[in-house]
């Protein structure tokens, strides 16, 4: 069965940081690119980062860039998020979703969601 | 940045009856690599992850019921719902993959009447 299951999540002080890590299983997942997508409470789906199978290629949103880090170990198919000067903005539930990527090329539409980890960042 | 506008923000249809919410994009996420519209649809239920409806704007995900149809070109985009199911009631989201930074509208919610 394919899955992806996020962890790391918690409460943490404003500039605080927090790694999330996205564990898969069930599918190759060293040939898949993947995101990273945020929920605020009650509010809808954010693009929050993305990165390449190999980890080469990464993009982010501008509301993270600089201060977040997506990653990936293909040895232990395992996804990150490294989340630093954390912002009561930045309260969330994350999710890891995959790319498209069977048969060829990679496409960006999120065939498969973790259930999310939740991130609160308050005093 | 490519905006995403979904309307109506909220929807109340009947059982039985046909849903259409609308997507709208700032600008063509049709590409010329494969003549495809770079568009998709998800489904999010009150307290799950959203789950893949639609993408290229009209091929349904394996598994989804044959009353969700995905129709549209260029910048204008609807999902459509032929006949309601009460399981059917959730947020719906329209996002591009046209370009980086990927984008969703602002989603739908969808109610029995």
């Known amino acids: 069965e394919v899955q992806l299951v996020e962890s790391g999540g918690g409460l943490v002080q404003p500039g605080g940081s927090l790694r999330l890590s996205c564990a898969a299983s069930g599918f190759t997942f060293s040939s898949y690119w993947m995101h990273w997508v945020r929920q605020a409470p009650g509010k809808g789906l954010v693009w929050v980062s993305r990165?390449?199978?190999?980890?080469?290629?990464?993009s982010y949103a501008d509301s993270v860039k600089g201060r977040f880090t997506i990653s990936r170990d293909n040895a232990k198919n395992t996804l990150y998020l490294q989340m630093n000067s954390l912002r009561a903005e930045d309260t969330a539930v994350y999710y890891c979703?995959?790319?498209?990527?069977?048969?060829?090329?990679?496409?960006?539409?999120?065939?498969?969601w973790g259930k999310g980890t939740t991130v609160t960042v308050s005093s | 940045d490519i905006v995403m506008t979904q309307s109506p923000d909220s929807l109340a249809v009947s059982l039985g009856e046909r849903a259409t919410i609308n997507c709208k994009s700032s600008?063509?996420?049709?590409?010329?690599?494969?003549?495809?519209?770079?568009l998709a649809w998800y489904q999010q239920k009150p307290g799950q992850p959203p789950k893949l409806l639609i993408y290229?704007?009209?091929t349904r995900e394996s598994g989804v019921p044959d009353r969700f149809s995905g129709s549209g070109s260029g910048t204008d985009f609807t999902l459509t719902i032929s006949s309601l199911q009460a399981e059917d009631v959730a947020d719906y989201y329209c996002q591009q993959y046209y370009i980086t930074p990927i984008t969703f509208g602002q989603g739908t919610r969808l109610e029995i009447k």
């Open positions: 990165i390449s199978s190999d980890g080469s290629a990464t």
């Open positions: 600008q063509s996420v049709l590409h010329s690599s494969n003549n495809k519209n770079r």
């Open positions: 979703a995959r790319y498209s990527c069977t048969g060829g090329p990679c496409y960006g539409y999120m065939e498969v």
């Open positions: 290229w704007a009209s």
